[in-house]
C-alpha cells in the first residue's frame, strides 16, 4: 500500500526544510524530495543599495555564518573598485575569519552532530542532545566548549566590533585596526583553541572511530555518495578559506576544473525545480543531467570533505598530520561518506586554529594602515571564500556611483543541495524496506544523512529536553491517517 | 524560592539564525535558563512539532521567544498559532520587532523576486522556464510550499505583542540581563522593551560632537575618518538619534556609523523622517543650489534611513510604477 | 482630493486671512494647519500625511530673509530638500510636496499659489493612477 512519510520540520537547517518520502506498494521507497520553504531575494531588495553598505546587509543571509558574508561582500566590493587592500587589512580579515571557523564548527560538531555519536543515533530523544553529550562526556568538557566557542566569538569582536553581523570590511581594507593589547588577548584565545581542536579530534577518534558499529556507518553505503568535489585551494594545492582559486575533482579523485572565481559563470550554472524554492547548482563542464551520482552527472559537493578531497595537504603541521591520518584510515581518497564530513571538520578546526596562532603573531597585524580609499570608478566584481558550509560566491554590478544594479549569489549550502536531497534518497531508501519496522531511530538516521552537512543554520544552542521532532502520519490512499508515530 | 518550573519556547520564523546564535552566546546563563524552564519547543534545537503545539493548551506556554519577520503564510500561521499557546509573547529581534532587514523585501514585489531568482537570473539554466508553485502535483502524491506575502510585516502587526527585545541580534549582555530577570520572575510591566534604553545611541557614544556643520555627506570606505568625532559632523550618516541605546556602541567601536537595528527611541514615528530633521541641522547652507548638492551626495537615502525599520516605517513599502 | 497645507504664523497665515477677507477662491479640500514657522515643521508629520491617505502636502513661509525666528524658514527648505529625494525613493512623486514662499500682505499670492500647488499635486495623481 502506497503511503507518504512527512518529516517536517527538518531541525537544525538555515530557515526551514522539510522531507516528503513517498513509499510504493511494496513498502520501499519510491522517493524522497528535500523541500525548503523560504525566499527572501537578497539578490533583488539588494539593488539599489550602495556597494559598502553590502558586507552588512548580507551578513544577515545567516547568523550563524555572518562572516563568510562579510567577507566574499567585502572582497566583492574590492573587486568593483578594484581596489587591493593593504596587507595587514587582509590579513585581519583573515585572522578574524579563523575565529569565525571555530566558532561555527564548535558549534556544529558539539551541539548538532555529537549527539548522534556520543549518546547514539538511536538513543531516547530526550537523551539526545547536548545535555546528553555534557552528561556523558562531562561537566568540564561541556564548560570547555562553551567557552571555546564564546572565546572564538568574542575574538570576532574584538577584531571587528561585534561577531554577529559585523560592521568592519569595506571597500579597500576594514575599519578598525588591531591593538597590541587586544593582540595578546588573542594569542591567549588562539593557544586555547588549538589545544581544543587537538582535544576534538582526540575524542572523535575515541567516541567515534573507537566503536565499530560508527566506522560501519561512516562507510556503509546508505551514506556514501560519490559525486565531484569542489573547494578553495591556494598556491601550493592547500585548503584555504579565505581565498584561492576553485577547484573540481571527479569522484575519481581527478582534476576536471580549475578557475578563478570572477569566472564563475562559465563554470557554474544553477537548475530549477517547482516544488522547491532553492535551486540546484552544476558544474557546466558536464551538464544537468538530474539527481545522478557519477563521473558523468554535473552534481557536486562544496563541503568540508569536498575542501579536502580536492586539495593535496592542509597548510598548518597538525592539521596536515590529521589529514594524511583521515585518508590512511579511510584507505583511499577521494573519500565519499558523507557522515566523515564531522571528522573533517574537526580537521579544519585544527587548521582554522593554527592558522589563527600564526596570524596573530604575524610581525604586520597591528599596523594602522588598515585601508586604501579606492581611486577607480566602481563597476563589477566577484568575491569569493569557502564557507563554513562550501564555496560561498557573491556577485555585484554597480553603476558609476557605486549603487548596487544587479546582484548574485551563489551560497555555502546551496551548492550542496542536489547532493543533500540524494543523501537523503539514499539513506531513506537504505533503511526503509517492507521489513523495516519505521522507528524513530530509523528517522533520525535519516536526518544523519543530511545533518553532515551542516546546512546553513547550526546554530542550535544548548539543546533542552524534548521529543525527537518527527512524527510520522501513515495514510490510504485516501489519505486518512490509519497509524501515527511520534517521536 | 520558586519552585514551579515555567514552560518555554522560541520559534523562528523568516530569520537568519542570529537571534538564536546571540542566546547561545550567553554561555552558561543559556544553561540557567534550560534548568529553571521546561523547553516545549524550540524547532532549531529540540524536536517538538507543530502538532504538538496545536495540541497544547491556550495560554500553556508561560514566555515564547518569537523572531523573524512575517514573510509567508507559514509565518503567519505560527504567530497566530503562539499566540494563542502563550501567555507572554515577545518580539525577540529586528525582524519581529520593526520587521528587520527583510523590510528591504517592501522595494520590490514576489513576481520580481521570483522572476530574477528563477528566469533571468545570470546563472540561471532553466529552459522549461519553471517557477516554484505553492501546490505541486507529483506522480506520487502532493508537495506544497507556503505563499510569499507581497508585504513584509512585524510580529506586532498581526498579533498582540507583549515585550520586544530589539536587536539585530540583541547584544549579548543584554540578554544575559534578559534571562536573569526571566528567571527570578520579575519582568516589567507588559509592553516594555527590553534590553534597550530609552534615550538616543548619542546619550551613551563617546565619540565627540564639535557642532561643526557640513558641506555635504560621504561614504565611510571614501574618506580617512577621525575615529574620536562624531560620524555625523563628518559627513557619514549615522542613525545614533534615532535609535535607542543597550548594543553598547558595538559598529561604533568598529569604527562603522549606527545603521539603526535597535529601532526608534519612544519619541520617534518614523526613523527616516527623524532623521531628515537632524540632517537638515547638518547641512550648512542656505542656498537652494547648495542644498540640492548636499541632498544628492546622500546615498541610499531608503535602505540607509530605513535598514532595519522598512516594514514598520510611515510609508511601509514602495509604490509600484 | 485631500491636500495638508502647512502655514506659519507670521506670514502665510496672515495673507490666508487676507485672501479671505476678499473672498478668493481656494479648492475647498486643502486643510490648513497653522504653525508658528515652517521651521517648526517635523518632517514625519510630512510624510504620516503621505502615508495616511493625502494626495499632497503644501508648505508656505516667509521670504528667505523675513522669517520671524531669523533662519526656521531656510531650515524648512533642507528638510523639504531631503524630504523630497526620500519621497522620490519610495515611489511617490516629489512633485506632490510643494514649497513656496508667502508674506502676510501677498493675500492675492497666497490664493495663486495655493491653487496652482493644488493643480501640480492633482496632476502628479493623475499620472500616477493612470500608470498603476
Not at chain 1, 539543546?463 to 521532532?469: E, I, V
Request: charged share 20%.
Amino acid at each position: 500500500m502506497k503511503r507518504n512519510i512527512s518529516i517536517n520540520p527538518i531541525t537544525r537547517l538555515e530557515g526551514h526544510g522539510k522531507i516528503e518520502i513517498f513509499l510504493n506498494e511494496a513498502g520501499e521507497v519510491e522517493n524522497a524530495y528535500f523541500q525548503v520553504p523560504e525566499l527572501r531575494g537578497f539578490e533583488v531588495f539588494c539593488k539599489g543599495r550602495p556597494v559598502e553598505e553590502m558586507p552588512q546587509i548580507t551578513a544577515r543571509l545567516c547568523g550563524v555564518c555572518p562572516a563568510a558574508h562579510h567577507l566574499a561582500s567585502a572582497k566583492a566590493a574590492d573587486a568593483v573598485y578594484s581596489v587591493d587592500p593593504p596587507t595587514t587589512a587582509k590579513k585581519l580579515r583573515e585572522l578574524m575569519y579563523m575565529a569565525h571557523f571555530c566558532h561555527s564548527h564548535i558549534a556544529h560538531f558539539y551541539v548538532l552532530a555529537a549527539p548522534d555519536f556520543i549518546c547514539g543515533p538511536e538513543a531516547p530523544p530526550t537523551e539526545r542532545n547536548i545535555l546528553g553529550v555534557i552528561a556523558r562526556a562531562g561537566l568540564k568538557v561541556g564548560g570547555q566548549v562553551i567557552e571555546q566557542r564564546s572565546n572564538a566569538q568574542r575574538a570576532q569582536a574584538l577584531l571587528a566590533g561585534r561577531a554577529t553581523h559585523m560592521a568592519w570590511a569595506i571597500p579597500g581594507g576594514v575599519s578598525k585596526a588591531l591593538s597590541e593589547s587586544d593582540r595578546k588577548t588573542l594569542v591567549e584565545w588562539g593557544e586555547g583553541m588549538r589545544e581544543f581542536a587537538s582535544f576534538s579530534l582526540k575524542l572523535f577518534r575515541e567516541v567515534v572511530l573507537g566503536n565499530s558499529m560508527y566506522v560501519d556507518m561512516i562507510r556503509s553505503d546508505p551514506y556514501a555518495l560519490k559525486v565531484h568535489n569542489m573547494g578553495l585551494v591556494d598556491r601550493n594545492d592547500r585548503v584555504n578559506f579565505y581565498d584561492g582559486t576553485v577547484k573540481v575533482c571527479s569522484p575519481d579523485g581527478i582534476e576536471i576544473d580549475r578557475y578563478h572565481p570572477a569566472d564563475y559563470l562559465n563554470h557554474i550554472a544553477e537548475w530549477v525545480e517547482p516544488y522547491t524554492y532553492l535551486k540546484f547548482p552544476f558544474l557546466k563542464i558536464r551538464g544537468w543531467k538530474g539527481f545522478e551520482e557519477g563521473d558523468s552527472s554535473g552534481v557536486y559537493s562544496a563541503t568540508p570533505l569536498s575542501r579536502l578531497n580536492v586539495a593535496s595537504g592542509m597548510a598548518t603541521p597538525s592539521a596536515q598530520e590529521a589529514y594524511e591520518e583521515f585518508y590512511t584510515t579511510l584507505g583511499a581518497k577521494p573519500v565519499h561518506s558523507v557522515l566523515a564530513n564531522h571528522w573533517a571538520r574537526l580537521i579544519e578546526l585544527i587548521y582554522a586554529a593554527e592558522r589563527w596562532c600564526e596570524l596573530v603573531k604575524d610581525p604586520e597585524i597591528t599596523n594602522p594602515n588598515v585601508h586604501t580609499i579606492p581611486e577607480a570608478a566602481p563597476k563589477e566584481g566577484v568575491g569569493c571564500v569557502e564557507a563554513p558550509r562550501g564555496t560561498l560566491t557573491h556577485h555585484y554590478v554597480t553603476d558609476e556611483k557605486g549603487v548596487l544594479t544587479s546582484v548574485n549569489l551563489i551560497v555555502g549550502t546551496t551548492n550542496n543541495n542536489a547532493p543533500i536531497s540524494m543523501s537523503i534518497t539514499k539513506a531513506a531508501r537504505g533503511l526503509i524496506s517492507k521489513n523495516t519496522e519505521v522507528t524513530e531511530g530509523t528517522l533520525n538516521k535519516i536526518e544523519m544523512a543530511f545533518r553532515a552537512y551542516d546546512p546553513c543554520m547550526s546554530c542550535a544552542t544548548h539543546s533542552l529536553p524534548g521529543q525527537m521532532p518527527l512524527q510520522i502520519n501513515l495514510r490510504e490512499l485516501d489519505g486518512k491517517v490509519i497509524r501515527t508515530i511520534r517521536r | 524560592m520558586n519552585q514551579h518550573k515555567i514552560k518555554i519556547a522560541s520559534y523562528w520564523a523568516t530569520s537568519c539564525g542570529g537571534c538564536d546564535v546571540s542566546l547561545l552566546d550567553t554561555g552558561m546563563k543559556v544553561l540557567l535558563l534550560a534548568d529553571a524552564a521546561d523547553i516545549v519547543f524550540w524547532p532549531i534545537l529540540m524536536d517538538a512539532k507543530e502538532a504538538n503545539v496545536e495540541a497544547m493548551p491556550k495560554d500553556s506556554i508561560d514566555l515564547c521567544f518569537f523572531n523573524g519577520s512575517i514573510r509567508s503564510s507559514e509565518n503567519a500561521k505560527m504567530a497566530h498559532l503562539l499566540r494563542k499557546k502563550s501567555k507572554i509573547l515577545v518580539a525577540f529581534g529586528a525582524c519581529a520587532q520593526t520587521g528587520g532587514i527583510h523590510g528591504l523585501i517592501n522595494t520590490t514585489d514576489t513576481k520580481t523576486i521570483k522572476d530574477t531568482v528563477f528566469i533571468s537570473g545570470p546563472s540561471v539554466h532553466n529552459p522549461n522556464g519553471v517557477i516554484p508553485v505553492p501546490i505541486l502535483r507529483i506522480p506520487e502524491g502532493k508537495l506544497s510550499l507556503p505563499t510569499l506575502f507581497e508585504t513584509v510585516k512585524s510580529l506586532g502587526d498581526i498579533v498582540a505583542v507583549d515585550y520586544y527585545i530589539p536587536g539585530c541580534p540583541p547584544a549579548v549582555p543584554r540578554l544575559s540581563e534578559i534571562i536573569d530577570v526571566i528567571i527570578a520572575g520579575e519582568l516589567p510591566p507588559k509592553g516594555s522593551v527590553l534590553g534597550a534604553t530609552d534615550k538616543a545611541l548619542c546619550e551613551t557614544c563617546y565619540r565627540i560632537r564639535h557642532d561643526r556643520k557640513i558641506d555635504s555627506f560621504t561614504r565611510p570606505h571614501l574618506m580617512k575618518q577621525d575615529p574620536e568625532t562624531c560620524f555625523l559632523e563628518q559627513g557619514l550618516l549615522c542613525l545614533g538619534p534615532v535609535t535607542r541605546g543597550g548594543c553598547a556602541e558595538q559598529c561604533i567601536r568598529g569604527n562603522m556609523p549606527c545603521r539603526g537595528c535597535y529601532g526608534v527611541t519612544p519619541g520617534v514615528i518614523d526613523p527616516g523622517g527623524a532623521m531628515i530633521g537632524v540632517l537638515a541641522s547638518l547641512i550648512k547652507s542656505d542656498d537652494p543650489g547648495a542644498i540640492d548638492r548636499a541632498v544628492e551626495s546622500l546615498s541610499d537615502m531608503l535602505g540607509n534611513l530605513y535598514q532595519f525599520t522598512y516594514a514598520s516605517s510611515l510609508l511601509k513599502r514602495v509604490n509600484k510604477k | 482630493m485631500k491636500v495638508v497645507a502647512f502655514l506659519c504664523n507670521w506670514c502665510s497665515y496672515e495673507a490666508s486671512i487676507g485672501a479671505g477677507s476678499k473672498r478668493l477662491a481656494c479648492p475647498s479640500d486643502v486643510v490648513f494647519i497653522r504653525t508658528m514657522c515652517t521651521g517648526m515643521i517635523n518632517p514625519q508629520a510630512v510624510l504620516a500625511a503621505l502615508a495616511r491617505g493625502a494626495d499632497g502636502v503644501i508648505i508656505l513661509g516667509c521670504h528667505p530673509g523675513d522669517c520671524h525666528y531669523q533662519n526656521g524658514n531656510l531650515h524648512a527648505l533642507r528638510r523639504v530638500a531631503l524630504l523630497k529625494k526620500l519621497l522620490s525613493k519610495n515611489g511617490i512623486d516629489p512633485g506632490r510636496l510643494i514649497l513656496d514662499w508667502v508674506s502676510a500682505s501677498e493675500s492675492d499670492r497666497f490664493a495663486l499659489v495655493v491653487n496652482s500647488a493644488y493643480n501640480k499635486i492633482a496632476s502628479a495623481v493623475k499620472i500616477a493612477s493612470t500608470r498603476d
